[in-house]
């Protein structure tokens, strides 16, 4: 197949992305097994868990992608799957012991290892061949896409194999209903842990290391650093616009997303089937964003946005109240009309922040996953204060806010500069031509 890259370095970072999204994603479902089965967990408390990690994350990324510029990145992509990995399996340990406070922070320090690895593997994906960037990022993002699509699934049904299933049992005999307890066993996820080897493997013998640059040439790309900051021709009033719209559109995505399981398990789900549509949510999500990415490039990428933004809504405010085959339709509606827009978000983001392409991908990604992990902790208060339910009602809501805000940008961000340039230039030779026949 012509179209698939054929760079070793590619592929190593891109089951690297894989393997790392794969068990990042397993966090929330983890979270709902274990205060369904081993010790009491309040939403507030998974929304802390959540975002802290979250934060940690988006914190974390420019400073490693600035040593990744540094060092060079097999170390920093290798070790960072390898430590998110170990850090779950850690946190996963300490969980046994019952205590929320020590199990909190090896998950949140996690996030550290996915933050060293996400600019290495971007950075190595975009270079592997420099004629075909986009459409190799594109493919390395899919597969980041695709683990976290099944990473709930996998470790949910992994789960739900060492849980008791009395409730078939006590729905013939109500007199035992609530009286018989489940219990469930994690020790299948130290064993699926052990899968994350041949991917840390093939990194470290693939990627490339760093190569010592020469003396003069290091001094000079130092003094056009410093004289370049990536601040420099933002236009602040379409950049505070932007940011606003980032922030009320990531209480949704990637706001709710722990709690889906959270959601569902309350209604009697297995962990299998609740693993499911937390993994159909984020796989309809990828599958959006690459449909909605097309869209951009041909119509006004304000619309595009705000159309799928406003549509996600009545999807988001059903999904607490839905059951069975429904909520799966309203789940991958929820995720793919709110997720779609996330490409467009990005290449918006290059385009307010001129300086510096990578700086602004790293800048808005670390934004978008922190204004969700402050999404997430609010409506983990709010769920304990008024209900689940009502939570997600008011984040529908925060969507309709979010879409009229999206309509609110510039009209110099409905499309991207170079497709304005040809249609510009078209423009002009239409009008030599009318003007060339007047006379």
């Given at each position: 197949?012509?179209?698939?890259?054929?760079?070793?370095?590619?592929?190593?970072?891109?089951?690297?992305?894989?393997?790392?999204?794969?068990?990042?994603?397993?966090?929330?479902?983890?979270?709902?097994?274990?205060?369904?089965?081993?010790?009491?967990?309040?939403?507030?408390?998974?929304?802390?868990?959540?975002?802290?990690?979250?934060?940690?994350?988006?914190?974390?990324?420019?400073?490693?992608?600035?040593?990744?510029?540094?060092?060079?990145?097999?170390?920093?992509?290798?070790?960072?799957?390898?430590?998110?990995?170990?850090?779950?399996?850690?946190?996963?340990?300490?969980?046994?012991?019952?205590?929320?406070?020590?199990?909190?922070?090896?998950?949140?320090?996690?996030?550290?290892?996915?933050?060293?690895?996400?600019?290495?593997?971007?950075?190595?994906?975009?270079?592997?061949?420099?004629?075909?960037?986009?459409?190799?990022?594109?493919?390395?993002?899919?597969?980041?896409?695709?683990?976290?699509?099944?990473?709930?699934?996998?470790?949910?049904?992994?789960?739900?194999?060492?849980?008791?299933?009395?409730?078939?049992?006590?729905?013939?005999?109500?007199?035992?209903?609530?009286?018989?307890?489940?219990?469930?066993?994690?020790?299948?996820?130290?064993?699926?842990?052990?899968?994350?080897?041949?991917?840390?493997?093939?990194?470290?013998?693939?990627?490339?290391?760093?190569?010592?640059?020469?003396?003069?040439?290091?001094?000079e790309e130092?003094?056009?650093?410093?004289?370049?900051?990536?601040?420099?021709?933002?236009?602040?009033?379409?950049?505070?616009?932007?940011?606003?719209?980032?922030?009320?559109?990531?209480?949704?995505?990637?706001?709710?997303?722990?709690?889906?399981?959270?959601?569902?398990?309350?209604?009697?789900?297995?962990?299998?089937?609740?693993?499911?549509?937390?993994?159909?949510?984020?796989?309809?999500?990828?599958?959006?964003?690459m449909v909605?990415?097309?869209?951009?490039?041909?119509?006004?990428?304000?619309?595009?946005?705000?159309?799928?933004?406003?549509?996600?809504?009545?999807?988001?405010?059903?999904?607490?109240?839905?059951?069975?085959?429904?909520?799966?339709?309203?789940?991958?509606?929820?995720?793919?009309?709110?997720?779609?827009?996330?490409?467009?978000?990005?290449?918006?983001?290059?385009?307010?922040?001129?300086?510096?392409?990578?700086?602004?991908?790293?800048?808005?990604?670390?934004?978008?996953?922190?204004?969700?992990?402050?999404?997430?902790?609010?409506?983990?208060?709010?769920?304990?204060?008024?209900g689940l339910?009502?939570?997600?009602?008011?984040?529908?809501?925060?969507?309709?806010?979010?879409?009229?805000?999206?309509?609110?940008?510039?009209?110099?961000?409905?499309?991207?500069?170079?497709?304005?340039?040809?249609?510009?230039?078209?423009?002009?030779?239409?009008?030599?031509?009318?003007?060339?026949?007047?006379?």
């Amino acid at each position: 197949m012509a179209f698939l890259p054929r760079s070793r370095v590619f592929w190593a970072v891109a089951a690297g992305h894989m393997t790392n999204d794969f068990f990042m994603s397993t966090g929330p479902v983890l979270l709902a097994f274990l205060s369904l089965h081993l010790f009491p967990i309040s939403n507030t408390q998974i929304g802390l868990a959540v975002s802290s990690r979250q934060l940690m994350g988006s914190f974390s990324q420019p400073f490693f992608g600035w040593l990744a510029d540094k060092r060079g990145t097999r170390e920093l992509g290798t070790l960072g799957v390898a430590w998110s990995v170990s850090f779950i399996m850690l946190a996963m340990a300490l969980a046994l012991t019952e205590h929320f406070w020590l199990m909190i922070i090896p998950y949140a320090l996690s996030a550290l290892g996915s933050g060293a690895f996400h600019p290495a593997g971007a950075m190595n994906a975009a270079e592997a061949d420099h004629t075909r960037s986009a459409s190799n990022l594109s493919i390395f993002f899919f597969a980041g896409q695709l683990g976290l699509a099944l990473g709930p699934a996998v470790v949910g049904l992994l789960l739900d194999f060492t849980t008791t299933h009395h409730n078939i049992f006590t729905a013939t005999l109500p007199a035992l209903n609530g009286r018989v307890l489940e219990q469930g066993s994690i020790w299948p996820v130290f064993v699926l842990g052990l899968a994350a080897i041949p991917a840390v493997f093939f990194m470290g013998f693939s990627l490339p290391r760093a190569e010592p640059k020469p003396a003069v040439v290091a001094v000079e790309e130092t003094t056009q650093v410093a004289k370049s900051s990536p601040f420099a021709g933002i236009v602040w009033k379409t950049f505070l616009i932007f940011a606003l719209m980032v922030t009320i559109r990531s209480f949704a995505q990637p706001g709710i997303v722990p709690f889906i399981p959270v959601l569902f398990s309350g209604k009697g789900w297995t962990s299998a089937q609740f693993g499911l549509i937390t993994s159909l949510f984020w796989l309809s999500s990828g599958i959006a964003g690459m449909v909605f990415g097309n869209l951009a490039d041909r119509f006004d990428r304000r619309y595009v946005m705000a159309i799928g933004t406003i549509a996600s809504a009545p999807m988001v405010f059903l999904l607490p109240i839905t059951d069975g085959v429904t909520a799966f339709v309203v789940a991958i509606a929820a995720g793919g009309l709110s997720g779609g827009s996330h490409s467009i978000i990005v290449v918006m983001a290059q385009e307010i922040i001129p300086g510096k392409k990578g700086f602004a991908s790293g800048a808005i990604l670390g934004f978008i996953f922190g204004s969700g992990a402050l999404g997430t902790f609010v409506i983990g208060l709010l769920s304990d204060a008024i209900g689940l339910t009502a939570a997600f009602e008011i984040v529908a809501g925060m969507l309709v806010v979010a879409a009229l805000t999206a309509l609110a940008l510039p009209a110099t961000l409905a499309f991207r500069p170079d497709v304005t340039l040809r249609r510009n230039e078209r423009e002009a030779q239409a009008a030599t031509v009318s003007s060339a026949a007047g006379r």
